[in-house]
């Protein structure tokens, strides 16, 4: 008789600590070891010595959702946000547009997984709106074995601490998606400055950039010109992944410090978590980040980091409401405590980034409105 053949492996579900199946925070947990999390350039020279970073494309160029679950959920236990914030963006969006580039850009590449190296996304212009590129006004001017840089980019992750940047920039001057290319910029190149943005997201590197007559070898364009903007518009999918794998991390660790804080506070005869009605705040929050962790759900039990557009709009939204909601409940049932030095007050000030970093709210709700028809469907 033939053999039978056995069931398919059921997919495991989500942990409930925020982790995903298939992450192994342990070996996040064993390349940072001793170093200090506060260093942005020591964990991520850590990362890419244990072999983290390269660990996270077993598969090609894009990240496996839950070694990046993994990593994010390690990284939010134990770092800073503005640290972390440095980690995501290069692997989610830098490493994966570098791969295939060839010349500078896959040196770059390679000294990011082994992390010697540090890039920085320069994508968000100084002149015009952020959430529409096309009116980005950064240019450079393609000759006979030349390109030359001028522009600025403003808010850029990494910005103060990179080695180089990867740049956006206008080599046409038609209002059209293939007007764009992808130059790599080195830090120290003449003609290229960069300012902190301030204190903000500490540890993130966080400043404005700026290029004036930077003279770059053609070698510096990374793929086709006119390619970047649909290059920058598929990854930008699965950097919402990675803020929605982010965010739910985040949100777990607060509920679960929430939790014990009100079960350890006083409040006549018993303590805090007694009284039905701050259980009642607390559970409305359990069931938002549920309702996040559902979402995140099928791609993370996928090899597929990369969300169709609308639900990557979603998921963009989704994690943004989220974290708001439950810091916010966190700063009110905890008070005065709330504003500790590293309290759940500060957290909330710096995670409103996840509504405007990589795509404002309020446009990501327009561009789900356009999909109306394909999300409600005929109906029941």
Known sequence: MPE?????????????????????????????????????????RALGAGGVTAALYPNGDQPDPGRLSALLTELDARCPLGVTLSVCVQVATVLPLLAGAGGPAERARHGMLRGETVVALAVTDAAGSG??????????????G??????AKTWITNATTCDAALVLARHRE?????????????????????????????????????FDGVALDPDAVVGRPGRALAGFARQAGVERLAGA???????????????????????AEGTLWDRPAIRERYARCLVAVRQLDALCAPLLASTDPV???????????????????????????????????????????????????????????AGIADHADELVGDGI
């Open 4 to 44: 039978s053949t056995p069931p398919p492996t059921p997919t495991p579900a989500a942990p409930e600590d925020g982790t995903a199946p298939g992450g192994d925070r342990a070996e996040v947990r064993a390349a940072l070891s001793g170093v200090d999390p506060t260093d942005p350039r020591a964990v991520w």
């Open 131 to 144: 959430s529409d590129l096309l009116d980005a006004t950064t240019r450079v001017k393609l000759g006979e």
């Open 146 to 151: 030349t390109a030359t840089l001028d522009g």
């Open 174 to 210: 038609a209002r059209h998606f293939t007007s764009f290319c992808w130059l790599l910029a080195p830090a120290t190149a003449p003609g290229v400055t960069a300012a902190s943005a301030g204190r903000a997201f500490t540890g993130s590197g966080v400043g404005h950039l700026r």
């Open 245 to 267: 794998l982010w965010a739910r991390a985040m949100c777990h660790r607060l509920l679960a410090g929430l939790r014990d804080w009100l079960r350890r506070r006083p409040a």
């Open 307 to 365: 969300p169709s557009t609308v639900a990557g709009m979603v998921l963009k939204v989704a994690a943004a409401e989220t974290v708001d909601r439950v810091a916010a409940e966190a700063v009110r049932l905890r008070g005065a405590d709330a504003f500790r030095d590293g309290g759940e007050a500060h957290l909330r000030s710096e995670a409103a980034m996840f509504g405007i970093a990589g795509g404002a709210t309020g446009a990501m709700l």
